[in-house]
């Protein structure tokens, strides 16, 4: 089944770097949000960054024009019937998302591929809410999706084998490296990720190590890329510890749990480096 344009619907951080992607990738893309001036301001993001690309000599400026002549916005779901793909982006609530999924059927043909781009919630929860489950996907981005090259595409029981060969061979499309896997709390990375990095934040206090040295130990002694602490920073505290919930109340293991040190963070508003501190302190 060949892609030939694809929905995105809601164009949040996640959705608007998806819908720059596609573009990028010469493929017709329509975003839905809620307001015209959420999906003005989603464009907007959307022409910096490729603004961006030209700046740093990486595409011309005939190709920005090109790829942002290709994404059109709406806040009618109803403009999204003609898509063969549409990728859900929205808040991370099962209830939002099931009635949008309930929605979407209705308005798409038969054969698209409906897929959500959640990290924490059950995929088969989301398909079950439609009458076409088979039709129904995980496409896990990764943040920034413009930059990161994984796409976890989930399998749920009900999937079939079409939708997910779909799915798969559109993020190859795109310039993505996707892998296959099951429909399991936090897929591949956040079920490693999450319990990993709340073992960091634990060793902070029984070790007594500063958030600086923490970061140290594991980019000088095991050449991570990125620091624990400042890596929760950038996926965001409040984010963090919601997937730690989610995860934990999935599967039960106490690592899971967030560490209160991080929910304290969370109640006092020190989100990372969107609010300007976290472990550490931002000045943009
Ligand atoms: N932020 C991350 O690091 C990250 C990474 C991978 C996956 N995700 C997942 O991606 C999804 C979106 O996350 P985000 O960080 O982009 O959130 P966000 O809050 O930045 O964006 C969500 C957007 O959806 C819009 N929206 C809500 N309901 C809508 C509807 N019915 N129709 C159209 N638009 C609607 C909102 O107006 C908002 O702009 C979540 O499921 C999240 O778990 C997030």
């Not at 060949?2 to 573009?23: F, S, W």
């Not at 996907?137 to 779909?166: I, K, Q």
């Not at 190590?209 to 130990?217: G, H, N, Q, R, S």
């Amino acid at each position: 089944m060949e892609v030939r344009k694809v929905g995105v619907v809601g164009l949040g951080t996640m959705g608007a770097g998806i819908a720059q992607v596609c573009v990028q990738a010469n493929v017709e893309t329509i975003g839905r949000e809620v307001t015209e001036e959420l999906a003005e301001r989603a464009r907007g993001r959307v022409a910096h960054y490729l603004g961006r690309g030209v700046e740093s000599g990486r595409l011309t400026a005939d190709e920005r024009d090109a790829a942002l002549a290709r994404l059109t916005t709406t806040t009618e779901l109803a403009d999204l019937a003609d898509c063969d793909l549409v990728i859900e982006a929205v808040v991370e609530e099962l209830g939002a998302k099931r009635e949008l999924f309930r929605e979407l059927e209705d308005v798409v043909a038969p054969d698209a591929v409906l897929a959500t781009n959640t990290s924490a919630l059950s995929v088969t929860d989301i398909a079950s809410a439609t009458e076409r489950s088979e039709r129904v996907v995980g496409m896990h981005f990764f943040n920034p999706a413009p930059v990161l090259p994984l796409v976890e595409v989930v399998r749920t029981e009900a999937a079939s084998d079409d939708a997910v060969e779909a799915a798969y061979a559109f993020a190859e499309r795109i310039g993505k490296r996707p892998i296959r896997c099951g429909d399991t709390p936090g897929f591949v990375v956040n079920r490693i990720l999450i319990p990993l990095l709340n073992d960091c934040v634990r060793v902070l206090d029984e070790a007594g190590v500063t958030p600086e040295d923490l970061d140290t130990a594991m980019t000088a002694g095991l050449n991570w890329p990125i620091g624990p602490c400042a890596l929760i920073d950038l996926i965001g505290i409040d984010v963090h510890v919601h997937a730690s919930e989610a995860l934990h109340s999935a599967l039960g293991e106490a690592r899971m749990e967030p560490p209160s040190r991080l929910v304290g963070m969370r109640d006092a508003g020190h989100l990372g480096r969107k609010s300007g501190r976290g472990f550490f302190v931002y000045d943009e």
